[in-house]
């Protein structure tokens, strides 16, 4: 009767960790600073069938509600100059008065600002780029950009007879020449004739709003512009069936590309604005561009062969300038070069050409885990740039002189350097120096680090004129607010609810142990007061993660599934297997070539590791989503008997059948390098399974898709494989959304390793 009653308490507990965060509280998410800079405005956690919650939050502490309306909440731009501010509050724009702002202009649609040209403003809106002169409101065309071909007349000896045989097609051909060599002005608007980046091409997007916003521009001087133009077709998309809709119909819904589709290059136009004259820039020169990197995996002696395809992201104008920074990257991520680009002639100089045998990690972690920050380089000083690159062995802050081409650490160390900029003078940082989990705010000061924020954890600081303000968080504190003024850092908001306040979250105790090449992996353990001699080993997600950080993780409910788990006297083992984020490139290419095995060995280290700390070898579970669920099988397929059971949730089991960006940076791809293929896919390892299996997966998951899961299941029905199960989840993607598919995954979980780990 008493362990029922238990159960039934721990099932009430499980139901509200998996019901909707709002129980938790309003949790800030997202700070941005208020026009007048008297008050902060925080986009909260909000119920799952509303949009997000915005509160405007005084330096005092006090809240007060915002609506969609409000001024605040759209601020997405302040531009500065001379006398004149200005800011972008969501598709309008308001200049600064004496009496405070005034809108200026609005009703545009939605808006990139692109920068400063003298008075005016510069800004994209769709394909077109725009000046605002705000002395006389005046909107004109700068460039527009069209995904089409230039149209190629007729020619031979009968084209040309009949244009002077037959005046209907000598007047339409007049006409064709006059509309387009035309610039349409009206007032205060002109239009200008199109420019044409080709019908297989449009503008570029990496997916990362500050490469976006930055793939066109032009010159101060309103002379020149630069596109850059990537392919239309990008693989054969895929495609995966809904089953649950309005319609009570089985749809089929496209979805991203397998890995291994051919590639093609991205182009990069310079548009002279007065002769509206595109030069394409011949990057065929670049340095070591034809070797075949991946092609020499199998045959090192590979000859030299075309220009592999590169993609491109500018760093904008350099001040008063035609020249263009613009950082290049090969699509196999084994070269990246940043270089100078003369707008007037196409002409180039190489600053800095980096190779790296494994992959080139472009996309990097913000602070906030909001992968927005690239490695782009950036315009640091009039003849400066920066970047971030673990070329060195840690993702560090590096500085090239454009005239001398000298290259110097800015920021450096066995560290990573996240989200660096210069402000009067200084550059400021966030970086993990203490500890690997621990993310603190720094100011460069007479080359000595000096920390600006304080105590343990992930913290996410910036400037709101003279004041700091701090999104913090610790391993059992969601993000809270700090200020930092008159001398001390204070408090500001918190947000959690009194339900979630109640709870005595417990604080992980933070280790290291040994993998078998001597390393040390660190790791979040969960200890109970009275050990049942179980354990459950959790492995995170990957596209480059961290969680055995010091502050709240991204996987809320794991941790607090970890909670139950630890009041029902599991012991559990959170490890940053290799392949994760924040420990320097030799551990984040650790997995080249060969997913689920040295990040397998951690896992299975950390077996062991449990074993050392008391609990029995035969009683330890193991599981994960995603990349988690993909090692979950490798371990329970290659290492047989080692996990008693597993839970993999939405698992890859087929590399092949995953996306091309990702995971040819790691695997190559199929046609170059089968062999990373085989040796990296569970579904070839499937007859080694022993102990209980349970797969479950969102059947609208356009990510890792329902069909993974479905090919295993058939390979084990083959197989004649028995204690395995599929789970599918009719409505869901890879991220769950209803809290009654968490309850009901994490109901399973809860139950697979009550039944196989406890007596």
Request: proline residues 4%; contains cysteine.
């Amino acid at each position: 009767m008493l362990t029922c009653l238990i159960f039934f308490c721990l099932a009430q507990d499980l139901e509200q960790m998996m019901s909707d965060p709002i129980w938790m509280g309003p949790l800030a998410q997202e700070i941005k600073a208020g026009l007048d800079q008297s008050s902060i405005v925080v986009r909260t956690q909000a119920d799952l069938e509303s949009t997000d919650a915005w509160i405007r939050v005084s330096w005092d502490g006090t809240t007060e509600p915002l609506d969609r309306a409000a001024l605040d909440i759209h601020v997405e731009g302040r531009f500065d100059g001379d006398s004149l501010q200005a800011v972008q509050v969501g598709d309008a724009l308001w200049l600064k008065t004496i009496d405070g702002y005034r809108p200026l202009m609005e009703g545009q649609g939605r808006w990139q600002w692109l920068g400063r040209a003298g008075k005016k403003f510069v800004y994209r809106s769709g394909t077109t780029l725009w000046a605002f002169d705000p002395n006389d409101g005046s909107h004109v065309q700068i460039v527009v950009f069209e995904s089409a071909d230039e149209e190629v007349a007729p020619t031979g000896w009968a084209a040309d007879e009949e244009s002077g045989l037959i005046d209907y097609v000598r007047f339409t051909k007049d006409r064709i020449k006059r509309n387009s060599d035309t610039v349409v002005r009206h007032g205060g608007i002109a239009q200008c004739k199109p420019t044409l980046i080709g019908k297989d091409h449009v503008i570029g997007a990496m997916g990362y709003r500050e490469d976006d916003n930055l793939m066109c521009g032009v010159s101060s001087d309103l002379s020149l512009a630069y596109v850059v133009a990537k392919p239309k077709d990008e693989g054969q998309p895929t495609k995966f069936a809904q089953f649950i809709n309005e319609e009570a119909a089985v749809k089929a819904l496209d979805a991203r590309p397998t890995v291994g589709y051919d590639e093609s290059p991205w182009r990069l136009g310079l548009v002279s604005l007065g002769e509206n004259k595109t030069t394409w820039v011949d990057f065929s020169g670049l340095p070591d561009l034809k070797i075949p990197r991946r092609a020499r995996i199998q045959k090192p002696e590979a000859p030299l062969g075309d220009p592999r395809p590169i993609f491109m992201a500018p760093g904008g104008f350099a001040k008063g300038s035609h020249e263009l920074l613009v950082t290049v990257m090969t699509t196999d991520y084994k070269d990246r070069w940043i270089v100078l680009v003369n707008g007037d002639d196409g002409s180039y100089r190489v600053l800095h050409h980096h190779v790296d045998e494994a992959w080139l990690q472009y996309y990097l972690r913000t602070v906030d885990h909001s992968d927005t920050v690239t490695a782009r380089a950036f315009w640091c000083d009039d003849n400066e740039v920066a970047f971030l690159s673990d070329e060195q062995g840690y993702q560090n802050l590096f500085a090239i002189n454009t005239s001398d081409l000298k290259l110097r650490v800015v920021v450096g160390g066995s560290f990573e350097v996240y989200s660096p900029y210069k402000r009067n003078g200084h550059w400021y940082f966030h970086a993990n120096v203490t500890h690997p989990g621990v993310r603190h705010f720094y100011r460069l000061k007479s080359d000595e680090l000096e920390r600006l924020t304080e105590g343990d954890g992930l913290h996410d600081a910036f400037f709101v004129g003279s004041r700091m303000v701090d999104l913090a968080s610790e391993a059992n504190r969601p993000p809270y607010i700090k200020v930092f003024e008159n001398g001390a850092w204070h408090e500001l908001y918190d947000g959690r609810s009194d339900a979630f306040k109640s709870i005595s979250w417990l604080m992980p105790e933070y280790v290291t142990y040994p993998n078998n090449a001597g390393q040390a992996v660190y790791a979040r353990l969960y200890r109970p007061e009275n050990s049942n001699g179980a354990g459950v080993l959790f492995i995170h997600g990957a596209g480059y993660l961290q969680n055995a950080h010091k502050g709240w993780s991204d996987y809320f409910r794991e941790y607090m599934f970890h909670n139950l788990l630890v009041k029902r006297g599991f012991t559990v083992l959170d490890c940053d297997y290799r392949a994760s984020a924040g420990y320097g490139r030799e551990w984040r290419t650790a997995i080249y070539r060969h997913m689920g095995a040295s990040d397998l060995d951690d896992v299975l280290s950390g077996h062991a590791y449990l074993v050392e700390k008391g609990l029995k070898s035969d009683r330890i579970g193991v599981y994960g989503g995603s990349y988690g669920g993909f090692l979950t099988l490798m371990a329970m397929f290659k290492n047989a008997g080692t996990f008693a059971c597993g839970a993999a949730l939405r698992p890859v089991t087929d590399w092949a059948y995953y996306n091309h960006w990702y995971t040819s940076r790691i695997l190559n791809t199929p046609k170059t390098d089968p062999e990373a293929y085989r040796r990296s896919s569970p579904i070839y390892f499937a007859d080694g399974l022993q102990g209980e299996l349970i797969i479950c997966h969102g059947m609208v998951d356009d990510n890792v898709q329902f069909q993974d899961s479905v090919r295993l299941a058939q390979r084990l029905i083959e197989l004649k494989k028995t204690g395995w199960s599929l789970h599918g989840f009719p409505v869901e993607p890879h991220g769950f959304v209803m809290p009654e598919s968490w309850l009901n995954e994490y109901r399973r979980i809860m139950e697979l390793f009550e039944s196989n780990l406890v007596d």
